[in-house]
């Protein structure tokens, strides 16, 4: 470990004792969270879909951190009938809940998928999975001592994303960063509505949130186009690689936001936060500046509204 990690973790507060899940966790920036998590004392539950790389994902942080607590819990945030079955099987498993980072996501796929229930794939995995997921949880979340903390995992991305509730599930015209960038914004404002309803019902537990930056992870590698094989979709790709591995920082790095947000003393409900360096894309984590987008209360609550419609699923 560098001496800028060690200082980075050192920073933090312990989490001895604690149960921290984190999805998308077999890999890349999940994985790295994870990582972090343990070294800090936490018991770790790593939720993907994948039980084999969940398997390996298992036994490659028990080597990377010698006497983790760590184990899998399969997860497809593409199915609320996964969600609803890992969310019984977990409240089996543990009396509380004590971090949640909603950190799986599905990037700009050229052609438009669903999820099993029949939402665009982005939407459904990157938001609403997520959401039905932490309501399913609320139980577990309120049963931590100090409350459980949720961090809502967004993107710059978000900068450019627009909620179109009259196209939702991008039927009518697809295209694969738009919708990415609509399920970003719905992150963000996610993070911060729960933060909100919390504090005005008194509900038990912190919500944050925080964005990578520009990390290097599979997920870019895998985003838009690939395996199409079109001129301008190589071309794309490449300058975006290009770009991400001269600007960008590890994917351990882009993980970094994520953890401060779950253990600082200085990390704040309702906040965001995000690398510190020039144009949030690398550097050490601290707070990142909320689009304008992101901060229309209005639109807020009907997003909320309309995923507890779509989801079946609520926080009361």
Known sequence: MTDERGSFLSSLERLDGKVAVVTGANSGLGFEAACDLALLGARVILASRNVERNDAAVRELASRVPGARVEAAPLNLASLASVAEFSDRLAGRVSAVDVLINNAGVMAPPRRLETKDGFELQFGVNHLGHFALTARLKPL?????????????????????????????????????????????????????????????????????????????????????????????????????????????????????????????????????????????????????????????DIAKRLWDVSERLTDVGFD
């Open 141 to 297: 979340l309120e049963c931590a001592p100090d409350g459980g903390i949720v961090v809502a995992i967004a993107s710059l991305a978000a900068w450019k994303g627009q909620i179109r509730f009259d196209d939702l599930q991008s039927r009518y015209r697809y295209v694969p960063f738009h919708a990415y960038n609509q399920s970003k914004l719905a992150n963000l404002m996610f993070g911060m509505e729960l933060a909100r309803r919390a504090k005005i019902e008194g509900w038990k537990l912190h919500a944050r949130i925080a964005h990578p930056g520009w990390a290097r992870t599979r997920l870019i590698v895998n985003g838009m186009g690939s395996g199409t094989g079109g001129v301008l979709t190589l071309v794309t790709e490449l300058g975006a690689n290009i770009a991400f591995q001269l600007l960008g920082q590890s994917a351990a790095e882009g993980a970094e936001p994520f953890v401060y947000a779950a253990a600082s003393s200085q990390a704040e409900d309702g906040q965001y936060y995000g690398p510190t360096g020039a144009g949030e894309r690398r550097g050490p984590p601290g707070p990142a500046v909320i689009p304008p987008s992101a901060q229309r209360p």
